[in-house]
């Protein structure tokens, strides 16, 4: 099985990914993120109002990650697979895991929740976006696909609970 969490920024994501990979024999965490920390030269990050060659970036990242996935799933592997996919990137992604079988994953804590996280985390993701108005259209563009969790007042196990009790195929 594939297992794909998306959420925005300080969701949860991370956390709740490597502990669902640990309920399994044969599995594997593959954070879409690590491509684009790869580049070491001429990378372009995303912001509210992304460049030409960020979005390409994004769809390379996409591909790779898509590709990766489903050769560790081809070898036997329960894929955990994390990454923010917003709006129509998330059926877009999903299309490239095709014909594999997707468990698709939602974090959508409140607004809050993810500023608090945002603020205890060693690492900053807000960087050229408004936490409310990328909510907001996360909320508001990303179609329903799959199992959502406003995991705001859970702990990462009880979301992994959660996962496990409630996930159905897309």
């Known amino acids: 099985m594939i297992y794909v969490i998306t959420g925005l920024m300080a969701s949860g994501k991370s956390t709740v990914a490597e502990q669902l990979a640990k309920e399994f024999p044969k599995s594997v965490?593959?954070?879409?993120d690590v491509f684009r920390k790869m580049i070491v030269s001429g990378g372009k990050e995303m912001s509210d109002k992304p460049c030409e060659e960020a979005l390409s970036q994004l769809e390379l990242r996409y591909r790779?990650?898509?590709q990766a996935t489903k050769e560790y799933h081809k070898a036997g592997f329960t894929v955990i697979v994390q990454d923010n996919y917003y709006g129509e990137m998330l059926p877009r992604f999903l299309s490239m895991l095709e014909p594999e079988p997707v468990r698709t994953i939602v974090l959508c804590p409140d607004v809050e929740t993810i500023r608090q996280r945002e603020d205890t985390r060693p690492k900053t993701?807000?960087?050229g976006f408004d936490v409310e108005a990328l909510h907001g259209d996360f909320m508001a563009t990303t179609p329903r696909i799959g199992l959502w969790i406003d995991n705001s007042r859970q702990m990462p196990e009880e979301t992994v609970g959660e996962?496990?009790?409630?996930t159905r195929c897309t």
């Open 64 to 66: 790779l990650t898509a």
């Open 29 to 32: 965490h593959l954070r879409g």
């Open 163 to 166: 996962i496990l009790r409630g």
């Open 125 to 127: 993701g807000y960087i």
